[in-house]
């Protein structure tokens, strides 16, 4: 079955960075874009950004650009978000999400907590 498992989350001071990482499994990853998505206290889920299957293309909410970095590794059947000049707003749940067959499939999520 598809798992996606999410790491990498933890306690930061504003302008600090962090790189969490998405594990795959139970599906043909290099064929599926891959999506992190963050939900804070109180808030919708939101789209945080995108990487498609190869990496050749990347998307990314207006909050974060130039800020945070997605890449993905096939052979580890792995996607990162780099995060830089982290900011009390992005303190949040981040999840790694895959859309397969018009199903949507999550981790149990990583939390950000970015605080003085």
């Known amino acids: 079955q598809v798992q996606l498992v999410e790491s990498g989350g933890g306690l930061v001071q504003p302008g600090g960075s962090l790189k969490l990482s998405c594990a795959a499994s139970?599906?043909?990853?290099?064929?599926?874009?891959i999506s992190w998505y963050r939900q804070a206290p109180g808030k919708e889920r939101e789209l945080v950004a995108t990487v498609t299957r190869v990496g050749g293309s990347t998307n990314y909410r207006d909050s974060v650009k130039g800020r945070f970095t997605i890449s993905r590794d096939n052979a580890k059947n792995t996607v990162y978000l780099q995060m830089n000049s982290l900011k009390p707003e992005d303190t949040a749940v981040y999840y790694c999400?895959?859309?397969?067959?018009?199903?949507?499939?999550w981790g149990k999520g990583t939390l950000v907590t970015v605080s003085s």
């Open positions: 139970g599906f043909t990853f290099s064929s599926y874009s």
């Open positions: 999400n895959v859309r397969i067959n018009y199903l949507h499939y």
